[in-house]
């Protein structure tokens, strides 16, 4: 009799085939290469979805927000990698599914992928742009230093600082500048700086090292913290070939703490020899000064009118004296001729007037209205007029009237 093959639901099915790919040593540890596509990423959950293919296969993957968060790099459709993990099925498709744990880039380094892209997003932002760039003070009064207390990085800069520009007090801020919690020290290192205002410049770095070392100087945090800095920031980070995220957003770059030390404040030495020369040049322009004063007095002691200066107050007199004479003739002769003018013009004036007409025997007669009368036919009988002579002046009324050539 043959037996009954058992009948299994489909959940009995994808959880037996769950637990073979399980007990697969193979599939629970397995390293694969491909290239990315299809990339999601969950803004809520932060889990990474994404098909891994190359020429002729793919397979669906995904990376949970615990692995995710450890990613020095953002990955993006086409970008080739190499990732750690496990074969599953998801129970609820029965679709079996890459579970990535770590992901690398192939062929370029994950941090070096990690620094391009960082560095080209801000850029793009303009948070490196030289207009955001603030002057470092030529005579800071306090310096913050941001850096760890047991590297040699903080010897170097106390050193200098204290050497070159003993003037200064500085503010000295100890964080870690390695390792996961460097990066959130430093960001609350240069926040507290800026604001309690306690600093006129910053110089935040650390000695040497590796790009893992170096890290948390590359970290967006860091960059950003930097850049809205209201203090002017100098990164000091490494040697000089080193080039780190944190350079790009200060206000200035130094290639080594020691020379950002210098950077950060004047040399006191330079400064006092400076005065001296200021000094001398001072003290040679006022004797210069005065020699030349002294020559000038020299040449005005011998000027005649300096010593009599009353010979040039009779000179002034003298020369009042004679334009006040031209000027007085000039009036006497302006007023003769005046005169002679208005003698010829009364002459002219005397001849035209009536009264010279009447003293030769002639009258002016006017009417009532006391207008002058010029015809007779103007004239009525019992008018009254005026007859005005030379010497006197006759009241009459027309008793006659005689036309020229007929009596009325």
Known sequence: MIAQPEVLTVTQLNTYLKFKFEDDEILSHVFVTGEISNFTCNYRSGHLYFTLKDDRCAIHAVMFSRSASRLKFSPEDGMKVLVRGRVGIYEVSGQYQLYVEDMQPDGLGAL???FAQLKA???KEGLFDSS??????RFPERIGVVTSPTGAAVHDIMTILARRYPLAEVIFCPVQVQGDTAAPQIVAAIRQINRLKCADVIIVGRGGGSLE???PFNEEIVARAVAES??????????????TICDFAADLRAPTPSAAAELAVPDSTELMASVETLRMNLIRAASDKVANAKAELSVLSQNR????PLESVELKKLEVDRLFGQMTESAQRNIEHEKERVSALCGKLNALSPLSVLSRGYAEVVNEEGKIVTSAEKISVHDKIAVRFSDGTLHCTVDEKEAEGENE
């Open 121 to 123: 997003k801000l850029e």
């Open 213 to 215: 070392d170096l890290w």
């Open 112 to 114: 070096s992928l990690a």
């Open 305 to 308: 009118f300096l010593k009599n």
């Open 230 to 243: 209201e203090i002017p920031v100098i990164s000091a980070v490494g040697h000089e070939t080193d080039f």
């Open 132 to 137: 955001r760039k603030k002057p470092i003070p």
